[in-house]
């Protein structure tokens, strides 16, 4: 059974960083790909970055320049710097991993960003 936990969100001020990161278990976490995704209050979930088994990185086009997505496949991990954060990237953030015919899914971190 796919195991996803998320950590490291918290309330930070405009400008600021935080690096989330997310721990897999249950999978042979190497040979698929991942993303995160963030959903703001009244807003769908959207996709924030993806990163294929071979490291290839994807971006949405406003998070470009301030947050690098990377994985750890020795330690089953996949991580998001985030820095020049602003308010309209306040959401709870998800990780999920995309095996052969479902995705699994993280129960999400809070972030906040506000002064």
């Known amino acids: 059974q796919v195991q996803l936990v998320e950590s490291g969100g918290g309330l930070v001020q405009p400008g600021g960083s935080l690096r989330l990161s997310c721990a897999a278990s249950g999978i042979i976490f190497s040979i698929y790909g991942m993303a995160w995704y963030r959903q703001a209050p009244g807003k769908q979930r959207e996709m924030v970055a993806s990163i294929r088994s071979d490291g290839t990185a994807a971006y949405r086009d406003s998070v470009k320049g301030r947050f690098i997505i990377s994985r750890d496949n020795a330690n089953n991990t996949m991580n998001l710097q985030m820095v020049s954060l602003k308010p309209e990237d306040t959401a709870v953030y998800y990780c999920?991993?995309?095996?052969?015919?479902?995705?699994?899914w993280g129960q999400g971190t809070q972030v906040t960003v506000s002064s």
């Open positions: 999920a991993i995309f095996t052969t015919g479902r995705t699994s």
